[in-house]
T-cell receptor, first 113, second 113 residues
Framework: DTGVSQDPRHKITKRGQNVTFRCDPISEHNRLYWYRQTLGQGPEFLTYFQNEAQLEKSRLLSDRFSAERPKGSFSTLEIQRTEQGDSAMYLC???????????FGPGTRLTVL | AQSVAQPEDQVNVAEGNPLTVKCTYSVSGNPYLFWYVQYPNRGLQFLLKYITGDNLVKGSYGFEAEFNKSQTSFHLKKPSALVSDSALYFCAVRDIENNDMRFGAGTRLTVKP
């Protein structure tokens, strides 16, 4: 399967713990995006990479959130000191060029107890 | 900033009947418009996009959408609905100056046999 993959698919953690999610985009795609989706809502943009450069961050991305794409391939999203409000589906997407459609991964569902 | 509205939370149609899922948008510049579909426990799948050119855009699975600049709308349509079309549909918009894509809240389509 050459689509976007995310790991893990599910994560349950206790409040205050740190979690890290991984996204592997489609190999030739240089653009990578992170979104958050809560029940009954559409995905909300979090951040965007072009190659290894993080070019845009949403106001939703508090200082507890950090994302990296060290070699311009896979990306990680870390949430420090998780809160119950962080419970959501975290989606990763990639695209080949600026105006191309984004291809989404299956998401990582985070539950913070 | 760009925004999207999907005025209907739920659309119900009978199999074989035409379907329309509505979307209106707001952007400061030229819009780039997308439709995605989300099946249970699966990631978002790209259906179609409007970047420029013909106002009627054809996409996957027999879906099409009509871009209407004067009404700032991009309604999704299909001439004959299938039960398998039942899913959650998201409209999304971005403009040339932003890399983030704004999604609507989604419309749940139910096609009854």
């Amino acid at each position: 399967d050459t689509g976007v993959s995310q790991d893990p698919r599910h994560k349950i953690t206790k409040r205050g713990q740190n979690v890290t999610f991984r996204c592997d985009p489609i190999s030739e795609h240089n653009r990578l995006y992170w979104y958050r989706q809560t029940l009954g809502q559409g995905p909300e943009f979090l951040t965007y990479f072009q190659n290894e450069a993080q070019l845009e961050k949403s106001r939703l991305l508090s200082d507890r959130f950090s994302a990296e794409r060290p070699k311009g391939s896979f990306s990680t999203l870390e949430i420090q000191r998780t809160e119950q409000g962080d419970s959501a589906m975290y989606l990763c997407a990639s695209s080949l060029a600026q105006y191309n459609e984004q291809f989404f991964g299956p998401g990582t569902r985070l539950t913070v107890l | 900033a760009q925004s999207v509205a999907q005025p209907e939370d739920q659309v119900n149609v009978a199999e074989g009947n035409p379907l329309t899922v509505k979307c209106t948008y707001s952007v400061s510049g030229n819009p780039y418009l997308f439709w995605y579909v989300q099946y249970p426990n699966r990631g978002l799948q790209f259906l179609l996009k409007y970047i420029t050119g013909d106002n009627l855009v054809k996409g996957s699975y027999g879906f099409e959408a009509e871009f209407n600049k004067s009404q700032t709308s991009f309604h999704l349509k299909k001439p004959s609905a299938l039960v398998s079309d039942s899913a959650l549909y998201f409209c999304a918009v971005r403009d040339i100056e932003n890399n983030d894509m704004r999604f609507g809240a989604g419309t749940r389509l139910t096609v009854k046999p």
